[in-house]
Each structure stands twice: as C-alpha cells, then as structure tokens.
C-alpha cells in the first residue's frame, strides 16, 4: 500500500528544493538550455500547484485533470459526466485560454483559494440551471480558472478541463501542462483517430516516468470499428508499459459532433463510476493520490541531477566566455606596458613637441601631445583587447545571448571615457609637480607646468626622453626628480589599471548580469541528498 509522508522535516526540505529549483537560471543559448528551462518550469509547476499543496493538506478533495489533443472531445467529456454543459465545447475550443474546474458545492472552498494553481486568477460562477447562457471570462488576457459547482459531482472529487496540449496558441500549450502537472489523476483522452499521434503519447511516457495515478479515455470510437481500435490502441499501451493503465472507450455518437451535445450517461458510467470509487473510497483515494506524490517525489532522483547538469553547463560556458575576456585584455595590457618603456607614447605629434621643446613649443602644448598620444595608446589595447574577445567569443555557443550583444563596442564609448582618465592623470601629476616646486627656494623655482611636462616626458618617452630627466633633475634636483619619478609613475600604473580594469568590467558587465554562477550545481544536489534522507 503506497502511503503519503507529511512531515514537517519533509515539507521543510521539500520547500528548500523548491528555491534551489526556482533559483537555477539557463540564460545562455546552449544545446540543452531550452530543455533545462522547461524542465525547471515543469517541476517548479508540480511542486507549487501540486506537490506541496498534496503534502501540507491531504485531506483536500482529489483533482483529476482531462487533457488530450485539439478535437479529442475533452469538453464533452466532462459535460457529460457531470450531466450539464459547464465547459463550452467545439469548434473554437483550440483558442480558449479558459480552464474549467468542477467541483460539488461543499467542496468549493479548497479551489477558490489559492491552495492549488496560485498564479490562476479565480472566476467563480454560481450553479445555473441546465439551458442558461454559459459566460466565457478570461478575454481580457489574464489567466484564469472558472471554477464551477454542480451537485452532480461527487463531493471528494473535482474535474479541471484544461486547453488542448497542441493548441495553436503557445500559451494554451504552456497553461494545459501547468494543470496536468497539478493533478491527483491525469485522465488522458485521444480519440479512434489519433490514438497514436505522438502529442498524447509525450503525455503517456511522462506519466509512466513520473508514476502517476493515470487514466486514458479512447474517445469517439465508431461501432464497428471499436473492437479492433481497443485492442490496438492496448497493444501500444502494453507496449510503452502501460497495459495496467485504465482504460475506457466512449462510442462515436451524434451528440459527439461538434463537442456541442451531451452524451448518454450510459457513454460515460464506467468512467463515472470509477471516479465515484476513487473520491469515496478511503483506501482507493489514498492510493490514487499517494501514488501520484510519491511518483513526482521519485522522479527528483534523476530530473534533480539533469537541471544540476545543465547548470554545471551554464557555468562552464560562462567561465569561458570570462575567461576569453580576462586573457584578451591580460595579454594587451601586457603590449601596453611593453610599448610604454619603449616610449611608444612619444611618437608623431608627441615626438615633434619634444623636438621643439622648449624654444618652439611651450610645456602645456607637450602635454597636450602627450596625453593625446597615451590616450591613443590605450585606446588601441581596448580595442585590440575587444577583437581577442570577439573572435574568441565567435566559437563559444553561449555568447549569442542576446543580452552579449549588448556590450558597449570600445569605439563607441571608450575613446571619451579614456580621453576623461589620462586627462585626470595629467591634473594629479601637475599638482605633484607644484608640490615638488614649493619645496624649493622661491627665487629659484621653475615653472611647476616645464616641471609637470618634462616628468611625463620621463615616463612616457623611454630611450628618447633620457635628457628629460636630466633637465628635470636640473630643475629641482637629483633627489626631487627621483621623488616625482616614482609618485608619477605609480599614478600613472595607477591610471593605467583603472582603466583598462574598468573596460574589461565594461565587456563583462552583460555576462556578469547574467548572474550564471557555480552554486545551483551543487545547492541542488544538496537539496536533493537532504530531501533523500528527510525520506
């Protein structure tokens, strides 16, 4: 005899699974992302409309869900076991975006509440007498559940009619998986047909992996024929390892087309009578719902590790994709520093301001070229650093998230944004400079601005700018020179790494944002062994 565990330690790691589910994110694009996503939805949709719900209120009337294809006679069905039309039913079916849910009056309470399927605004519609105009709410895009009550349900029992599994609607599909995973009883209906049609077959074979309390209604099967379809459609059914599934077979009849009528009871009383049993009968109810927990809670041992896979994937393309961006801007900031002992910087322009210094060229006009110089430079290793990156990138699946594309391009911010850091370079290093003047006698101080232009020659100009540092030292002495040298040249690695730090955080800021991180891998199994042992 199957039984139904609730508690509280139980419930408690159910919860904490719960978050760790929820929290696993699959942005990138990669090969089995789109399946990790749903999969996540899909068990995130059993355990909050269905699984915890079961757990922390056993007690609650069970809830059997009629799924099945467009034209399957779903609709119908339900009209018919419940003896009056409360689902409206036909040729329009494909586009209805309204579940209905049916229960007896005492048990209206457990569905109007926000006990089972939460995220379902509740439209409560009294009982109506057989013959009055059926009202469709919903039309003005919400998602909602009607929730009807009729006498003729048995209280214990309620049945949803939920949209076509292959609607042309994508959130029709969406909402009719929602509902099946939070049913006690899946009663799947396909039709003489389409019994083999592989939508309701992807139903069946996730109820056998999951192990729930299933049921499969052959609808619309024409006299003649019904003989030969039954035992088709159970040979398939034994074949997939489903031949102990119930199974029911309703005639083709008059009342069957257009999903408009009602059919006899007579079509419907096996059916009818078997979800009687199960709502009434103590040992029966247990069952169908105990089965149905434990099958969603065994399911875990292996749909946990798949999303913690696929989350270890995630991680590992986002780690290389960071990866790509810290090389490309380690090894150009690496050239940078190379070309600037080399005195690249003092080169074109810079280079004939340092020629024509002091005669023909005054200190602000040196400085001038050669901020404009090093901030040509840098701008150079940024955007060289972004090429690494996006030829790097171009072999990595999970860089065409959109979201990556998104990255500032170096050319369209950085240049203003480096021209704005070397310029408050230049400011700090003249503020050094005037430091180092006013500790010198005032009759023989120099010019703090020669002072500032020939210390950034120094740094900036390598072999070519030896005399620089000469005609420093000249100025302010041996021992100032080498002070200044030093407090310049750290402001300026200072500079440098800010900027090139800030730039590379610039490339990865849509990645970062992304939040793909190492930990739901490991939390989830960690919820899962807790949830095992709780167990």
């Known amino acids: 005899m199957v039984t139904l565990d609730v508690r509280p330690q139980l419930l408690d790691a159910l919860s904490a699974l719960r978050d760790r589910v929820a929290a696993a994110r699959f942005p990138l694009p990669l090969a089995g992302a789109p399946r990790a996503r749903a999969n996540r939805d899909e068990l995130l949709a059993q355990l909050d409309d269905y699984l915890v719900p079961r757990l922390k209120q056993p007690e609650a009337p069970l809830l059997a869900v ?21 689902s409206e039913a036909g040729v329009l079916r494909p586009t209805t975006r309204t579940p209905v849910l049916v229960c007896h009056p005492e048990d209206h309470h457990w569905f109007s509440g926000m006990r089972v399927l939460p995220e379902l605004t509740r439209v409560w519609t009294p009982q109506r007498e057989a013959g009055d105009d059926l009202l469709l709410p919903g039309d003005d895009g919400r998602r909602v559940l009607r929730v009807e009550t009729v006498d003729t349900v048995p209280p214990g029992i309620a049945l949803l009619d939920a949209p076509d599994i292959d609607s042309l609607v994508a959130d029709n599909r969406s909402l009719a998986a929602e509902l099946i995973c939070a049913a006690d009883i899946w009663i799947m209906v396909t039709t003489a047909a389409r019994y083999a049609d592989a939508v309701p077959w992807h139903l069946l074979r996730t109820a056998k992996e999951y192990d729930v309390t299933l049921v499969t209604v052959l609808d619309r099967v024409p006299h003649q024929v019904v003989s030969e379809v039954s035992r088709q459609y159970g040979a398939l059914l034994t074949k997939a390892g489903l031949g102990d599934v119930p199974r029911f077979t309703v005639p083709e009849l008059p009342e069957s087309a257009w999903g408009g009528g009602l059919l006899p009871a007579s079509a419907v009383a096996s059916l009818r009578t078997w979800l009687v049993h199960h709502a009434q009968d103590p040992a029966s109810r247990q069952y169908a719902m105990a089965r149905t927990a434990q099958g969603v809670l065994n399911s875990l041992k292996s749909r946990l590790p798949e999303l913690a896979s696929a989350a270890a994937v995630q991680y590992a393309a986002a780690l290389r994709l960071t990866t790509a961006v810290d090389g490309a801007y380690d090894n150009e900031y690496a050239r940078l520093r190379g070309r600037l002992q080399t005195g690249a910087v003092l080169a074109g322009d810079a280079l004939k301001r340092w020629r024509a210094f002091p005669l023909d060229c005054t200190a602000g006009e040196l400085l001038d070229a050669l901020v404009e110089s090093l901030a040509a430079l840098l701008l150079c290793a940024v955007t060289a650093a972004d090429e690494r990156v996006d030829q790097a990138w171009r072999l990595e699946p999970g860089a065409a998230a959109p979201e990556l594309a998104d990255a500032d391009p170096a050319g369209s911010g950085a240049e203003h944004r480096i021209a704005l850091a070397v310029r408050r370079w230049r400011r700090e290093l003249e ?13 023989a101080a120099p010019d703090p601005e020669v002072v500032a232009a020939l210390v950034a020659t120094a740094l900036l100009g390598g072999r070519r700018a030896r005399s620089a540092g000469e005609g420093l030292a000249g100025r302010i002495g041996a021992h100032g020179a080498l002070r200044l040298r030093d407090r310049g040249g750290r402001l300026l690695s200072e500079h440098l790494d800010r900027v090139m730090h800030a730039e590379r955080e610039r490339r990865l800021a849509p990645l970062d944002g992304l939040d793909v991180q190492a930990e739901p891998q490991a939390e989830l199994i960690a919820a899962l062994s807790v949830l095992q042992k709780e167990r």
Do not use: Q
């Not at 009629?66 to 409360?86: C, F, Q």
């Not at 503020?431 to 009759?443: P, W």
């Open 66 to 86: 009629v799924g099945g294809s467009t034209g399957a006679g779903k609709s119908t069905l339900v009209n018919s076991l419940v003896g009056r039309r409360v």
């Open 431 to 443: 503020e050094y400079a005037e430091e180092e003047v006013r500790e010198i006698d005032r009759g």
